[in-house]
């Protein structure tokens, strides 16, 4: 009799249960020894279909306890023949072998019915309109970025390409300055992973030849910027952060690499990521918060989050699934912005989830981001989630007319509650850094009505969004199947319950009815939350807490992160001061964020908004001392 563990490895490799369970039959195995006597199968070597065992009917009550229904012994006897000849179908998909690039058929949209998308919006040609052209910048401080090289570190993209153009720098002096920067501060962040020296020097070299024959390609022109090593790039790894893929190469640009080459940016280096996008822990170690380099950035775009954060380049670009902009934005002090679902073309980055991924900018200022979105923003052809949305930015807004609102509930002063047997120590510890933290929340708030903004509280909608998050965890594990058959999980270097290879082979066992019914729900929430954002243009609330990450990543909505100040020395310690332990967040000396949450395809108002609150709050100027 097999136990119950290899009848769980066995079923899961299988992918048994195309109609009854998404992956498995799992359960405890009641077949008699004769009946399961078959071939040792091992996991690395994803056997066929039909080397596994017969289906049984017993196989089946135990596949119906895990989809929560029941069976008659006359249904479980009529269904056999076809759940056996529907598992046999499984392999002829398996055959075709799907790269990650391949996305399914079925195209989300964020955009709920009856919803009016500002102007512009289906029209292609308006969608790629030039944009605001970049503040402008004092003599006085092109003078500085050359004599100070933590100023030219941290200068804004309209700073660095104002000292370009004045021919105080040259694109290949500034590229260098970068790269050396980037390699030495990767001894203490672990941020690296792909230096693109010869390609970075060629692109700069080039910027200057056209600057000098009044070739100007715009704002990002000769600007260093560094790409989240999920970003293909052709002639270099792209690992995913993962190992067994540190030497994975495509023979094409991404769409947005190809973009911002064009744009005249310059690329110096592929940054980590937590492997397969999760975390901040990659094949190389754990990339660090150069606030407190104890600390990990966070993740999933855990290396452009610490290379801007120290000065290492200009912007990058990372990406979101489920607040993998906004995490290491916040832990690392530095500007990040989601753009709406379907606003940026992902081509040649990897798929997560297809219906949540987002690629979007990572910088030290919003105008530096809005800068890099006119560039990178737009249908490309390959990409079908992305529409022909115009991004009409002008950096302006009228706040008279501008409808801004605040999430009551998430600014409530933290109360200590008890949940039952618990840690009481744990809970006063966690209780006392709500506590801290509210303050900078409370003073967003001030600020805010400091501008003569009036605002307008509203409510989250009431809605079980954790019970629809398993469709992200669905899509990852059919993105990563054969990754998973082939037992490569199980060299990844994180292991724990909450890591990938645990999650993929939990999502194997939610049924393909189940994950409609989560996409049906979805649509729900899509006619909620717009029906939040009648009233209102922009939302202000803490960036901390998941009901809005959570309720705006499964909605599409945009959302801008921006620093609100750095922790003092009475903050309360992390409850983990381990080096690298991942409950060693916070604490003295350490950032805080705050977040703007936009309608869709209201992006350019959104960051023209943030720009006014970040110009009069100027957290944005303070760095670490790395």
Known sequence: ?????????????????????????????????????????????????????????????????????????????????????????????????????????????????????????????????????????????????VSNEEALAYASIPELGALLRSKKMSCVALTKFFLARTQRLDAKLHLLITPLTE??????????????????????HGIPWGAKDLLSVKGYPTTWGANTMEHQQFEEDATVVQRLDAAGAVLIAKLTLGALAQNDIWFGGKTRNPWNTKQGSSGSSAGPGSAVSAGCVAFAIGSETLGSISAPSTRCGITGYRPTFGFVPRTGAMALSWSMDKLGPMCHTVEDAALVMQAIHGPDGKDASVRPAAFHYSGKVDLAKLRVGFLESAFAEPVLRATGNDDAAARQRAFERQRYDHRFDTAALEALRGMGIKL??????????????PVLEVEAAAAFDEFLRDGRDTKMNVQTDGDWPNVFHIARMYSGVDYVQAMRARALLIAKMAEMFRDVDVIATPTGGSAQLTATNLSGHPAVIVPNGIRGNDAPTPTDTTDGGRANTGGPGTPVSFTFLGNLYDDARLLAFAKLYQEKTGFHKLHPAI
């Open 199 to 220: 390609r970075a020097l060629q692109q700069a070299a080039q910027a200057d030849k056209d600057l000098a024959a009044g070739k100007d390609r715009g704002p990002l």
């Open 456 to 469: 307008i509280p509203v409510k989250l909608p009431d809605f079980p969004y954790g019970s629809v998050t």
């Open 1 to 145: 009799m097999m136990d119950r563990r290899e009848f769980l490895e066995r079923c899961t490799a299988a992918g048994l249960g195309g109609t009854l369970l998404p992956g498995a039959l799992a359960a405890m195995a009641v077949q008699s020894a004769a009946a399961q006597a078959t071939a040792v199968i091992d996991a690395a070597t994803t056997p066929p279909i039909d080397t596994f065992p017969a289906i049984t009917a017993e196989m089946l009550d135990a596949a119906a306890v895990i989809a929560g229904i029941k069976l008659t012994d006359a249904q479980k006897k009529q269904m056999l023949a076809g759940v056996r000849d529907r598992r046999a179908t499984i392999q002829a998909i398996r055959d075709l072998h799907m790269p990650n690039s391949v996305a399914p058929a079925m195209v989300f949209d964020p955009l709920p019915i009856g919803f009016v998308p500002p102007p512009g919006y289906g029209t292609p040609d308006a969608s790629r309109t030039p944009g605001a052209k970049p503040s402008p910048v004092s003599a006085s401080v092109i003078t500085s970025l």
